[in-house]
């Protein structure tokens, strides 16, 4: 299995709602990160996870609340979002804590707040 | 910090033509540099990596040398095709960002390439 699968792929939400995006990936990568896009921009680096320890957060707003329950699994969860945050979220892997590897992404989930 | 500059295009090719798609970085150290490809509606595949210079990484027909003397690492292919439409990130590791014992890719804008009949 070399995939990273993120569940669901669409979201609607309104600002009041609580939802969750869900990662999963079986490569034994110990490092996975959330990435937040905008259209026609490059992703940005939202959280890292190394070896399900939060690592690395890019000063995201408390609204956004990641969880790393194991090593497989990692969680972003929503709440009281604003129209702003409407966005692709792409998780990702790596083998370790150093980048050099690369990263294996999945397809996303286009998010939508209204 | 670490930084990667990409020709932000748009590029527009007909079938056949010759692509490159200049990249140039700052960095401290020697970080390894990609080249990752993002089809509308998906995430980002990695298309080719390279680890250290004059290396040259790899795949599907484009290619990419790590060239430390002028910090570039510019993507090339040969013969573009239709399927080859999409949006092309330059990236590298940021060795410099080891916060929490982690690091990161740093990404450049995005080159968007169209590739005509």
């Known amino acids: 299995d070399t995939e990273v699968t993120q569940t669901p792929k669409h979201l609607v939400m309104g600002m009041t709602n609580k939802k969750s995006l869900k990662c999963e990936q079986h490569?034994?990568?110990?490092?996975m990160y959330w990435y937040k896009q905008k259209a026609k921009k490059p992703p940005e680096l939202m959280f890292v996870?190394?070896?399900?320890?939060?690592?690395i957060n890019e000063s995201v707003p408390s609204r956004f609340s990641p969880e790393c329950p194991n090593s497989s699994l990692l969680n972003l969860h929503l709440h009281a979002l604003q129209p702003e945050d409407s966005a692709l979220y792409l998780c990702a892997s790596s083998q370790s804590w150093t980048a050099n590897y690369g990263y294996t992404f999945g397809s996303g989930t286009r998010l939508t707040v209204v | 910090g670490n930084s990667v500059t990409q020709m932000e295009g748009p590029v527009t090719l007909s079938e056949e033509a010759f692509l490159t798609i200049n990249c140039t970085y700052t960095?401290?150290?020697?970080?390894?540099l990609f080249w990752y490809v993002q089809y509308p509606g998906e995430g980002l595949q990695l298309l080719l990596k390279?680890?250290?210079?004059?290396d040259k990484g790899s795949n599907k027909g484009f290619e990419a040398t790590y060239r430390k003397e002028t910090t570039s690492f510019h993507l090339e292919k040969g013969s573009v095709q239709v399927s080859d439409s999409a949006v092309y990130f330059c990236a590298l590791s940021d060795q410099g960002r080891a916060q929490g014992g982690s690091e990161k890719l740093v990404f450049g804008k995005g080159t968007k390439l169209t590739v005509n009949p």
């Open positions: 996870y190394s070896y399900e320890k939060l690592s």
């Open positions: 960095a401290t150290g020697y970080p390894s």
């Open positions: 390279a680890t250290k210079a004059d």
């Open positions: 490569m034994g990568h110990r490092a």
